[in-house]
């Protein structure tokens, strides 16, 4: 079988989650390749050879430009903070790799927009991971979508909630620096839901949005010294759809009680579809059927709903790990097919291009135009 040699930037969660698909893959699934993961790159050596060894890759690196120049690499994974998104897959496009990059897409609508340029000047192919779509509740919430089942789309809301930084004393980490991480509870976690509107609802038209930091200083990690929060704690904005839905969403990192609460709820003229990422097996499916309708909850594990037949028999539950599975495997049949992948950096320029517009709204108190 042809082989796929695969270069993976940054080993910690992204990374450990990106390895796991890489790994599995074509355990679960046939793959026109053979995915073979050559290589993983980090900062520190001894931490990334551990990683390697660990995690089930060949060789180890401390060069992301080393690595992304080489002759034997075909894929560039980039699993680092938002930083340094934009530099590497500059040079990954460069030097002719397809390109699959977590999300944010970068740090700024402006950086976005030169990793869209440099891929497409290259001529090389793309991913952005937004692993939610690959959930197979989701794909199953767009097909019915898609084939007319829940009508007209009127409402998109949804929420992204999390708790990890209720805490004041919790440590100034890189999520919590704008250099590093572009914003806070907005790119991070609301990013994830505008996607899920953009890919279920459609395009945005115009936002309002307003943005809360909390917690203004904390701790700098390990150290008795404190420093400033500069991003959001919470991102809130109101959505005008392109084709006349209106929607909502909110991401929050100070949701008491919430843990990775990402959940959205789509009404249509004649029905509705709920999913909430903590019973990710699950779908909520509501169509109009006279006295008798009412919502139901499906359980998305038969062989015939999306992605679930290269796993386990109904009612044999999957997890959070199998949406990544899911992302790498339509990624190698993409690259087979020489096919652009959805979503890609396109994707991520319009998901940026709102995230600007969420910003801007915060700032000025207007509504502002997002596409
Ligand atoms: N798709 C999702 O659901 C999801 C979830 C979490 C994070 N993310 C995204 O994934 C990316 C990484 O986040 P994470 O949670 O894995 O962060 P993390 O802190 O757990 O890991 C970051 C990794 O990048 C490495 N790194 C940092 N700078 C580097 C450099 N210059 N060269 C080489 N390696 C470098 C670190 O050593 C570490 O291994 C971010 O863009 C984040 O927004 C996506």
């Not at 991913?127 to 959930?135: A, E, G, K």
């Not at 999390?162 to 991480?181: N, S, T």
């Not at 990710?280 to 679930?308: A, C, Q, W």
Request: hydrophobic share 40%; charged share 25%; with cysteine.
């Amino acid at each position: 079988m042809k082989k796929l040699n695969v270069a993976l930037i940054g080993y910690q969660f992204m990374g450990r989650a990106h390895s796991n698909a890489w790994r599995q893959v074509g355990k679960f699934f046939d793959l026109p390749f053979e995915p073979v993961m050559k290589v993983v790159c980090g900062r520190n050596e001894a931490d990334v050879k551990k990683a390697a060894d660990k995690l089930g890759w060949q060789e180890h690196a401390t060069s992301w430009q080393e690595v992304v120049a080489r002759k034997d690499i075909d894929v560039v994974d980039i699993c680092t903070p938002g930083d340094s998104h934009m530099p590497i897959a500059l040079a990954a496009a460069e030097a002719k790799k397809v390109v699959f990059c977590e999300k944010p897409l970068a740090n700024t609508l402006a950086e976005a927009t030169r990793m869209l340029d440099a891929v497409k000047r290259a001529g090389v192919l793309h991913m952005i991971c937004h692993n939610y779509r690959r959930v197979p509740a989701v794909a199953l919430a767009k097909e019915l979508i898609s084939q007319g089942k829940i009508g007209t789309i009127r409402h998109y809301r949804g929420v992204y909630l999390q708790d990890w930084i209720v805490d004041p004393e919790f440590p100034r980490v890189w999520r919590l620096d704008k250099a590093k991480a572009g914003s806070g509870a907005l790119g991070d976690i609301a990013s994830h839901s505008l996607d899920f509107a953009r890919y279920l609802v459609g395009e945005i038209a115009e936002v309002t949005g307003m943005m809360k930091t909390f917690i203004t200083e904390r701790p700098l990690p390990g150290e008795k010294k404190r420093a400033p929060v500069d991003v959001d704690d919470a991102a809130l904005t109101l959505l005008r759809f392109e084709n006349g839905a209106i929607g909502s969403v909110e991401g929050s990192r100070f949701a008491t009680g919430r843990k990775n609460y990402n959940r959205f709820e789509i009404n249509g003229s004649k029905g509705s579809v709920a999913f909430d990422l903590e019973r990710l097996n699950e779908l909520e499916v509501y169509i109009e059927e006279g006295p008798n309708s009412g919502f139901r909850t499906v359980l998305v594990t038969d062989g015939k709903h999306p992605y679930i037949q290269g796993w386990w028999p109904p009612g044999h539950l999957i997890g959070y790990e199998h949406s990544f599975t899911h992302t790498v495997l339509d990624l190698v049949h993409a690259i087979d097919e020489q096919k652009l992948p959805s979503p890609n950096f396109e994707d991520g320029v319009k998901n940026q291009r709102v995230l600007d517009a969420i910003e801007r709204s915060a700032a000025s108190g207007r509504w502002e135009k997002s596409s």
